[in-house]
């Protein structure tokens, strides 16, 4: 159901109102679906280049909604829009999984690819291995999908300087 009532042409439409706010130069337009049955909150995140923009990580996704935002180049600085955040929802009834979506938009696509890189694993898995993400998506591709203990992440970007990234997080057979 995440296109039911034009939500997933909203969510869209509300990050290219932020890219035309902040105006030209590197940026990564990411989009983010809940289909875990649950809401999601947000948990941390880390910026190895770049920064979030002026609007903060939405900080609760609803079950069937989308969470939008921008994150940006940091001005003056060579260096393009690569991060990660990560998401905590439940797995079950009780057991709660931090779903870790990451992004590498490089400022120049020329010499280097947009790629995108995902991981579910236990909650505050991700605090401590921030280096082996970063070496996993450098060496990453377009798409990626992570099925850990029944929690799903997929995620997929575009090309240009400022893709889309859209993620979804849900559950096994859901």
Same mark, same amino acid.
């Given at each position: 159901m995440k296109n039911a009532d034009k939500k997933d042409f909203n969510a869209r439409s509300y990050v290219e109102e932020l890219k035309k706010q902040?105006?030209?130069?590197?940026?990564? !337009?990411?989009?983010?679906?809940?289909?875990?049955?649950?809401? %999601? &909150?947000?948990?941390?995140?880390?910026?190895?280049?770049?920064? %979030?923009?002026?609007?903060?990580?939405?900080?609760l996704i609803a079950n069937g909604q989308w969470g939008a935002f921008l994150h940006v180049k940091t001005a003056g600085e060579s260096s393009g829009s690569d991060a990660a955040i990560?998401? &905590?929802? !439940?797995?079950?009834?009780?057991? $709660?999984?931090?779903?870790?979506?990451?992004? &590498?938009?490089?400022?120049d696509s020329t010499s280097s690819a947009n790629t995108v890189y995902t991981e579910t694993r236990e909650p505050d898995h991700f605090l401590t291995y921030w280096d082996y %993400?970063?070496?996993? !998506?450098?060496?990453? $591709?377009?798409?990626?999908?992570?099925?850990?203990?029944?929690?799903v992440s997929i995620i997929s970007t575009g090309i240009d300087t400022s893709p889309v990234v859209e993620a979804i997080l849900t559950i096994e057979n859901a």
């Open positions: 902040y105006g030209d130069g590197v940026s990564t !337009l990411c989009l983010v679906y809940n289909a875990t049955g649950d809401t %999601i &909150r947000y948990a941390y995140k880390n910026d190895w280049f770049g920064h %979030i923009g002026k609007v903060p990580y939405p900080p990560v998401y &905590r929802g !439940l797995k079950n009834v009780s057991d $709660e999984c931090d779903c870790m979506l990451s992004w &590498r938009n490089p400022s %993400i970063h070496g996993k !998506l450098e060496e990453s $591709e377009a798409y990626s999908k992570d099925t850990w203990d029944g929690c």
